[in-house]
């Protein structure tokens, strides 16, 4: 307690403290934000999913290798990624980047990438 009383009293202290309340603050928001990110349309009776990754940009290579966590990446078009067979439970966790925009339900029809 008493060490946290000094952080307090000092400049840099305070700046240290405000640094760790915005780092909380980021991550709270995005776990917070992940649910709306969440297309409505996604089988809810399969325990395995295919989804389509809409990012604000075209992806790159860091983008598709964190992607390659969650699922079996099957082509990109534009700023999409499809990812096929993605474990419900971890769909939240796909949608917390920053970076992702929108996750959605992936089209059946021979897209092509």
Same mark, same amino acid.
């Given at each position: 307690m008493n060490m946290l009383r000094e952080a307090i009293r000092s400049t840099r202290g305070? @700046? @240290?403290l405000a640094a760790l309340a915005a780092i909380c603050a980021w991550q709270v928001w &995005? *776990? &917070?934000a992940a649910p =709306?990110? @969440?297309a409505p349309g996604i089988d809810s009776e399969k325990r395995r999913v295919d989804v389509l990754?809409? %990012?604000p940009f075209p992806p790159e290579r +860091?983008? @598709?290798q964190k992607f390659q966590k969650f699922g079996r990446i099957s082509g990109t078009k534009g700023n *999409?990624?499809? %990812?096929? =067979?993605v474990n419900r439970a971890v769909l939240q966790a &796909?949608?917390?980047? +920053?970076?992702v925009k929108q996750v959605e339900p992936l089209a059946t029809g021979g897209e092509g990438s």
């Open positions: 305070r @700046i @240290i &995005l *776990s &917070l =709306g990110k @969440i990754v809409t %990012l +860091f983008h @598709i *999409s990624v499809q %990812l096929r =067979g &796909l949608a917390r980047p +920053f970076w």
